[in-house]
């Protein structure tokens, strides 16, 4: 395919699913640009604010326009790296012997959403580091690997602070991008309510399978940088470390 028509087929497949995510989300335009950008650029993203702003939703209406799996871990103290890994259990084969299979956590699958990530502990939140970092989990020895494409979007309230977790500097490392979802204007709020009241609720199209969304990242990694861009990037960045000068 041609460099052209690559990048036209980008900016359609960009469009069609911005699209299907506003027939259902109000607002939020920075917000879901930034989930997008982190999608088709191999991120993962954590989205902070306060309950009832549409965050979740947001996550299950971007999984409805996409032809990929989608798991939800609703995080609490009690959870255990099991929980979201998996773990090997013993079975008996129909000839009485037992053995030891692997059972898949909900971490496979293509869009994963943690919820309320900070209301688990750190022991657990560790769980999804080599998943994000690395596309894969290691349970009992052996490392499997996660479907792919395979993006994260966490949620977090900023507001409750007992019975949370912060998340450590190396869980945050993992994110792309940390968007902030604020509270709607008084126009977004009377199209929520024009929304929710209907009798027939909106229906999201498919629009990208899983090859597509791969393909068009690809042509994301083949994007060339300036070199005064990447001058100010590493600067950036560089200012981040301790005892920069």
């Given at each position: 395919?041609?460099?052209?028509?690559r990048?036209?087929?980008?900016?359609?497949s960009?469009?069609?699913?911005?699209?299907?995510?506003?027939?259902v989300?109000?607002?939020h335009?920075?917000?879901?640009?930034?989930?997008?950008?982190?999608?088709?650029?191999?991120?993962?993203?954590?989205?902070?604010?306060?309950?009832?702003?549409?965050?979740?939703?947001?996550?299950?209406t971007?999984?409805?326009?996409l032809?990929?799996?989608?798991s939800?871990?609703?995080?609490?103290?009690?959870?255990?790296?099991?929980?979201?890994?998996?773990?090997?259990?013993?079975?008996e084969?129909?000839?009485?012997?037992?053995?030891?299979?692997?059972?898949?956590?909900?971490?496979?699958?293509?869009?994963?959403?943690?919820?309320?990530?900070?209301?688990?502990t750190?022991?657990?939140?560790?769980?999804?580091?080599?998943?994000?970092?690395?596309?894969?989990v290691?349970?009992?020895g052996?490392?499997?690997?996660?479907p792919?494409?395979?993006?994260?979007?966490?949620?977090?309230?900023?507001?409750?602070?007992?019975?949370?977790?912060?998340?450590?500097?190396?869980?945050?490392?993992?994110?792309?991008?940390?968007?902030?979802v604020?509270?709607?204007?008084?126009?977004?709020?009377?199209?929520?309510?024009?929304?929710?009241?209907?009798?027939?609720?909106?229906?999201?199209r498919?629009?990208?399978?899983?090859?597509?969304?791969?393909?068009?990242?690809?042509l994301?990694?083949?994007?060339?940088?300036?070199?005064?861009?990447?001058?100010?990037?590493?600067?950036?960045?560089?200012?981040?470390?301790?005892?920069?000068?």
């Amino acid at each position: 395919m041609a460099q052209d028509a690559r990048v036209q087929e980008f900016v359609k497949s960009f469009q069609s699913l911005h699209s299907e995510v506003q027939k259902v989300i109000v607002g939020h335009d920075d917000v879901i640009l930034s989930v997008l950008i982190g999608l088709f650029a191999g991120g993962h993203v954590l989205l902070e604010g306060a309950p009832g702003l549409g965050k979740t939703l947001l996550v299950r209406t971007l999984a409805e326009g996409l032809e990929l799996s989608f798991s939800r871990i609703q995080f609490t103290p009690d959870l255990m790296p099991a929980d979201i890994v998996g773990t090997n259990i013993i079975v008996e084969d129909t000839n009485g012997r037992k053995r030891f299979e692997f059972q898949q956590g909900p971490i496979f699958g293509h869009i994963l959403l943690a919820d309320e990530i900070n209301r688990a502990t750190p022991k657990t939140q560790s769980a999804l580091l080599e998943g994000m970092q690395e596309g894969s989990v290691t349970v009992g020895g052996a490392t499997r690997p996660l479907p792919a494409p395979f993006f994260v979007l966490a949620t977090q309230n900023p507001i409750e602070m007992e019975g949370t977790y912060p998340l450590p500097e190396a869980q945050l490392d993992r994110f792309i991008f940390k968007a902030r979802v604020r509270y709607p204007a008084i126009e977004e709020l009377n199209a929520i309510i024009e929304r929710t009241t209907r009798p027939r609720e909106v229906e999201v199209r498919r629009v990208l399978s899983g090859p597509v969304v791969l393909r068009l990242r690809e042509l994301v990694r083949e994007v060339p940088i300036v070199s005064h861009v990447r001058d100010l990037v590493s600067l950036i960045v560089m200012t981040t470390h301790p005892g920069f000068e």
